[in-house]
T-cell receptor
Framework: EAQVTQNPRYLITVTGKKLTVTCSQNMNHEYMSWYRQDPGLGLRQIYYSMNVEVTDKGDVPEGYKVSRKEKRNFPLILESPSPNQTSLYFC??????????????FGDGTRLSIL | AQSVAQPEDQVNVAEGNPLTVKCTYSVSGNPYLFWYVQYPNRGLQFLLKYITGDNLVKGSYGFEAEFNKSQTSFHLKKPSALVSDSALYFCAVRDYVDKLIFGTGTRLQVFP
C-alpha cells in the first residue's frame, strides 16, 4: 500500500531534549516536505526536499533541521525543542517537477507537546 | 505572493442539502489549485485539483469544485451532503517550487 509513515504519532517531552520525528515513503517520490498545523493558521511549510541531498527552508524553518540521505526518508530534527514548537506535524511526499501538478500524499501526523 | 483565503471557519449544513465551501486565491500566472480533506487524527487526503481545462472539476467522494478565473475562486461543492462528510477542508495553491500554500481550513459540520 502506498503510504507516508511518520513516527512517533504522539510525543510529550521537555524543553531542550533533542528529538527526531521520522518520515518514510514507499512511492519513490522525489519531493518531500514537512508542515506544522496550528489552529487558525492552517498548514505552514517547515522544510522541503526536491531530491536526495537537496533540502530548502520553507516558511517557518527556525528551530528545525532536516536531512535527505536516502530518497525514502526525510527526518525532522528538533535540536533543542521549545514550547512554541508544540504542534501537529505532517510529512508529505509527491512526484516532483517544477510546476508539477501531482497531489501530495500526507502521513497521519505527529502530535508533539514540549513542556 | 501566492495566497489562499477560506473566509468561513465553519460551515453547517443538513444532511441531503447541497454544500459549498469557499476558497479564493491570489497567484501570479496560472494557478494549480487543490482541495484536501482532513478527518480526525488523520493526515490530509487529496480530493481534487484544477490544472487546466474544464472549469468544473470532479473529485473523490462525490465532491466537485468550480474554478472561476474572473472571481479568482475555487469553491468546493457537493449536491447532497452526508454526515460522514463532516471534516476539516483545506484549499491550497501550488507555487513554482512545488510548495503547497494552504488556506486556514474550513470545518464542515453536516447534521442528520
Amino acid at each position: 500500500e502506498a503510504q507516508v509513515t511518520q513516527n512517533p504519532r504522539y510525543l510529550i517531552t521537555v524543553t531542550g531534549k533533542k528529538l527526531t520525528v521520522t518520515c518514510s515513503q514507499n512511492m519513490n517520490h522525489e519531493y518531500m516536505s514537512w508542515y506544522r498545523q496550528d489552529p487558525g493558521l492552517g498548514l505552514r511549510q517547515i522544510y522541503y526536499s526536491m531530491n536526495v541531498e537537496v533540502t530548502d527552508k520553507g516558511d517557518v524553518p527556525e528551530g528545525y533541521k532536516v536531512s535527505r540521505k536516502e530518497k525514502r526518508n526525510f527526518p525532522l530534527i528538533l535540536e533543542s525543542p521549545s514550547p512554541n514548537q508544540t504542534s501537529l506535524y505532517f510529512c508529505a511526499s509527491s512526484r516532483q517537477g517544477l510546476n508539477s501538478n501531482q497531489p501530495q500524499h500526507f502521513g497521519d501526523g505527529t502530535r508533539l507537546s514540549i513542556l | 505572493a501566492q495566497s489562499v483565503a477560506q473566509p468561513e471557519d465553519q460551515v453547517n449544513v443538513a444532511e441531503g442539502n447541497p454544500l459549498t465551501v469557499k476558497c479564493t486565491y491570489s497567484v501570479s500566472g496560472n494557478p494549480y489549485l487543490f482541495w484536501y480533506v482532513q478527518y480526525p487524527n488523520r493526515g490530509l487526503q487529496f480530493l481534487l485539483k484544477y490544472i487546466t481545462g474544464d472549469n468544473l472539476v470532479k473529485g473523490s467522494y462525490g465532491f466537485e469544485a468550480e474554478f472561476n478565473k474572473s472571481q479568482t475562486s475555487f469553491h468546493l461543492k457537493k449536491p447532497s451532503a452526508l454526515v460522514s462528510d463532516s471534516a476539516l477542508y483545506f484549499c491550497a495553491v501550488r507555487d513554482y517550487v512545488d510548495k503547497l500554500i494552504f488556506g486556514t481550513g474550513t470545518r464542515l459540520q453536516v447534521f442528520p
